[in-house]
């Protein structure tokens, strides 16, 4: 089993920034790929960012590229979502997720292991 635990959720102005990190524990085996998702009230989870740990690999849903970066610290076990520019549409709860499939999945259903997720708030 792997537990994920996100932090570094909050209220921010527009325009604002923020970073999420996510601290995986509980296998030794690092996982191949985490992602990020948000989800807004009364809307799907949708992907936000996706790091392969072992290539490197990223990807961006289209509404956050050149404004959010996805980051890893293999010594930490950790992932980190760096968020610029924030929008109030970006305002959702966000998760972190886990995969032990060879990929780096841009869908819900790739991944396993899922945090309890941390609220952003962006006002306007």
């Known amino acids: 089993q792997v537990q994920l635990g996100e932090s570094g959720g909050g209220l921010v102005q527009a325009g604002g920034s923020l970073r999420l990190s996510c601290a995986a524990s509980?296998?030794?085996?690092?996982?191949?790929?985490m992602g990020w998702f948000r989800q807004a009230p009364g809307k799907e989870r949708d992907f936000v960012a996706a790091?392969?740990?072992?290539?490197?690999?990223?990807d961006y849903a289209d509404s956050v590229k050149g404004r959010f970066t996805i980051s890893g610290d293999n010594a930490k076990n950790t992932v980190y979502l760096q968020m610029n520019s924030l929008k109030p549409e970006d305002t959702a709860v966000y998760y972190c997720?886990?995969?032990?499939?060879?990929?780096?999945?841009?869908?819900?259903?790739?991944?396993?292991?899922w945090g309890q997720g941390t609220q952003v708030t962006v006002s306007s």
């Open positions: 509980g296998r030794t085996l690092r996982p191949y790929a």
């Open positions: 790091l392969s740990r072992i290539g490197g690999t990223t």
């Open positions: 997720a886990a995969t032990y499939s060879s990929l780096v999945p841009t869908t819900s259903g790739g991944y396993d292991y």
